[in-house]
């Protein structure tokens, strides 16, 4: 066969196989990368001419090294925005592509309230630019997270599941929001804990809030709370003093109400309870203690070891006492005389008075007076 003939009906095959995939403005194409560089993708769409992808039709993020993302070989999903852009190429769009089809993922969620995974891409006023497969949405601030967001700059370039909150084709309006998908997901382990929790379990949270009265502790979606007077064996004023906000805790479960939907919590563990002590101590024996808190009644001391007890006014001291401000301070290093131990209510009753009389009597039992150095004599005198 003659060489020409061959190379002329090779070529009009070939024009006839482009004339059959001619492509036009609209048309939704496969095509294959075959360079990229920081502006742009060239990719192959089986047509005489390249396929041209510029960076803004491949990414939102203004952050993104395509060179990185778009690798020779990789398949992309493309829409035709010109057959020619004037330079013999087609210019093509992957976003444009993949907003044809994420449109129907959306309102599919919208409407069925399910999650969809979006990428936050940066901070705009109010909020964050969401990006979607494409299409660009909006996250308020508010919808970010389900507690207080101090700087929104900590989520851009994350990927986060979020549900719809509004969508309007018509008015190109689109937001998500991050904090109705956790609230969701923590109504679900909400109803998973009350139904399983049980009384007696240990159970590990994080405090959530604190409050003058105690500590909220959350189990994860169900939140327990902890009275003050359960956080400490020590006497506190304020939960503040032993706990912080975010705290990871463990804690014991001590009651249950499945129709409130309310779960009372203890941070105290039986293995650290100072009343384990108790049979160590010895009524009438001195001990060290420090003030813990100042009363109408007297004084709350603690001892080493951590068991707390009440020094009433009349035993703070030998002389009258009408305020016990008058005698101690908070935080002050006292010694204390044991006078009671009642084991069914968990009391104890302490006396600085006392401690300060034995400790003064020893002191003159070693003394020697005047009447001790001359009681001699005098018998002698007697005598005589």
């Not at 503040?240 to 105290?268: C, F, N, P, Q, Y």
């Not at 309870?273 to 001391?301: C, F, H, L, Q, S």
């Not at 044991?338 to 300060?356: G, P, T």
């Amino acid at each position: 066969m003659d060489e020409n003939k061959f190379q002329d009906i090779s070529m009009e095959e070939a024009m006839e196989k482009f004339a059959l995939n001619k492509v036009k403005d609209g048309d939704i194409l496969e095509g294959t990368v075959i360079k990229s560089s920081k502006d742009e993708v060239i990719v192959n769409i089986n047509y005489f001419a390249d396929g041209v992808i510029p960076r803004e039709e491949l990414t939102q993020d203004h952050h993104e090294d395509i060179t990185e993302t778009f690798q020779p070989g990789d398949k992309l999903k493309v829409i035709v925005l010109k057959a020619d852009d004037g330079e013999g190429n087609v210019l093509l769009s992957k976003l444009q592509a993949e907003a044809m089809v994420s449109r129907e993922d959306v309102e599919k969620a919208f409407e069925e309230k399910t999650p969809l995974k979006v990428k936050l891409t940066e901070v705009v006023k109010g909020g964050l630019r969401v990006a979607y497969h494409g299409l660009s949405g909006f996250m308020p601030a508010s919808m970010v997270s389900d507690s207080y967001v101090e700087d929104l700059q900590a989520f851009v370039g994350k990927t986060l599941d979020a549900l719809v909150e509004e969508y309007d084709e018509n008015d190109r309006k689109l937001i998500f929001s991050r904090r109705a998908y956790l609230k969701k997901i923590q109504e679900g382990q909400k109803k998973t804990l009350l139904a399983e929790i049980r009384e007696g379990q240990t159970l590990e949270g994080t405090v959530a809030n604190l409050a003058s009265y105690g500590a909220f502790i959350d189990l994860g979606g169900l939140v327990g709370l902890a009275h003050i007077s359960d956080l400490s064996y020590g006497r506190i004023n304020h939960p503040s003093e032993v706990l912080a906000i975010g705290d990871t805790v463990k804690v014991h479960v001590l009651k249950v109400d499945r129709k409130k939907e309310k779960v009372s919590l203890s941070l105290k563990s039986t293995e650290d309870d100072p009343w384990k002590r108790i049979r160590e101590m010895e009524v009438g024996k001195i001990y060290d203690a420090t003030v813990k808190k100042v009363i109408d009644a007297g004084a709350i001391v603690q001892i080493d070891g951590g068991v707390d007890g009440l020094v009433h006014l009349s035993e703070l001291s030998s002389e009258p006492v009408t305020q016990a401000s008058e005698v101690v301070k908070e935080g002050q290093k006292v010694r204390v005389k044991l006078l009671n131990i009642d084991e069914d209510r968990k009391r104890v009753s302490f006396s600085m008075r006392d401690a300060k009389e034995e400790s003064a009597g020893y002191f003159e039992e070693d003394t020697v007076t005047l009447g001790d150095l001359f009681q001699g004599l005098m018998d002698k005198f007697k005598e005589d």
